[in-house]
């Protein structure tokens, strides 16, 4: 498998996707930071929200699967990971009902799946 080091730019280009949709969502309540850190498992990114102190920190992944990268990659992975955000209440709510977790993750990333198709 072919793997790419992300790049500085890469990362603006990350932080600029998040902050367009950040706004298009109207997620203005939440306070959210990213980093440029190595995530073990391959994902091009990931985000931990905290739905009590409504705060989220992004980290862009330093390497990715080759297959991953195209024209805007960087600016569509910002986009998703602001989906999450947008759907953390809904899976912090959610939890506390008679669900198991890997069903309210799976579920929650065919959701942010399918509004990046719509919002395309």
């Given at each position: 498998?072919?793997?790419?080091?992300?790049?500085?730019?890469?990362?603006?280009?990350?932080?600029?996707?998040?902050?367009?949709?950040?706004?298009?969502?109207?997620?203005?309540?939440?306070?959210?930071?990213?980093?440029h850190?190595?995530?073990?498992?391959?994902?091009?990114?990931?985000?931990?929200?905290?739905?009590?102190?409504?705060?989220?920190?992004?980290?862009?992944?330093?390497?990715?699967?080759?297959?991953?990268?195209?024209?805007?990659?960087?600016?569509?992975?910002?986009?998703?990971?602001?989906?999450?955000?947008?759907?953390?209440?809904?899976?912090?709510i959610?939890?506390q009902?008679?669900?198991?977790?890997?069903?309210?993750v799976?579920?929650?990333?065919?959701?942010?799946?399918?509004?990046e198709?719509?919002?395309?």
């Open positions: 498998m072919k793997y790419h080091k992300t790049t500085k730019k890469e990362f603006r280009e990350f932080k600029r996707g998040m902050e367009a949709w950040y706004n298009k969502l109207k997620l203005h309540s939440w306070n959210i930071t990213a980093s850190d190595d995530i073990q498992d391959g994902v091009c990114a990931s985000i931990y929200t905290d739905t009590k102190t409504m705060s989220a920190h992004a980290t862009f992944n330093t390497i990715v699967c080759g297959e991953a990268v195209y024209d805007g990659w960087a600016y569509d992975t910002g986009k998703h990971e602001m989906l999450h955000v947008l759907l953390a209440r809904l899976g912090d959610a939890s009902r008679w669900v198991t977790e890997r069903e309210l799976e579920e929650e990333e065919r959701v942010v799946l399918a509004l198709r719509a919002l395309n």
